[in-house]
DNA sequence: CAGAATCCTCTGAGATACTG
DNA sequence: CAGTATCTCAGAGGATTCTG
């Protein structure tokens, strides 16, 4: 899968723009929803699977992989029978609550306004 | 292009996550920094492809009407020769303000973070 | 200057089947 | 339970050319 630190063919560094670096961080189908469910705690695989109904088991993996090699969650695996793997946030995914909250807030409005006045696309700036 | 207000084929009040809602508006190629950069101000067509070479006319155009569909931005021509349009945000694009500083904040925190030990992906919970 | 129209290329995403 | 391994495909993204 994409390695999406190299858009330009350089460094992440090199990116002239933070607010994209972030959203290739976050920006994945499904990355948004389980960032935000891990905010409540730690999550089980088929927990998620369970909670998003509409993701497989091959994104599901493919995400959380990502977040994981991005250091924002981790990835505990207890050797057990029947086998047992908890995903949670690290510290520095945890930095990343206040931008998760705020786009939930965001998007809490946004639905609102199209539900308030579902033909207006666009008001006078 | 998508109507990525249809994913499940739903009305988007019926989609679970309103993170999610958010990235489907602001998670486009190059709406981040499009809209990053309006908070500056009113930006015309060839100011963006300036500011950002890496994208092309016709990325940039489909952008720009996505945000415009979607009431983040307003769209204003003026009837001159040569042609000149200017964009700026709405009032309700305005409201996006906190959530793209808040982006722009910790993109910049995780860029820190990968110059300072580019080999850590991950670590401890 | 600010686009519209075409055509093309990848790759993000999904379906399905199998496994330690 | 928590994954791999393949295969497939729509559609986001891009290059190029043309125009009021």
Known sequence: MGDRRNKYGVSPDMQACPVETTLDVIG???KGIILYQLL???RRFNEFRRL????????????LRELERDGIIHREIYKEVPPRVEYSLTDFGRTLEPVIMSMKVWGESYKMRLNE?????????
């Not at 109904?53 to 995400?63: D, E, N, S, W």
């Not at 006045?117 to 700036?125: D, F, G, L, R, V």
């Open 40 to 42: 409540n705690g730690t």
């Open 117 to 125: 006045n579902p033909t207006i696309q666009e008001e006078e700036s």
């Open 28 to 30: 994945g189908k499904w």
């Open 52 to 63: 998003n109904p509409g993701i497989t088991q091959f994104m599901l993996t493919l995400q």
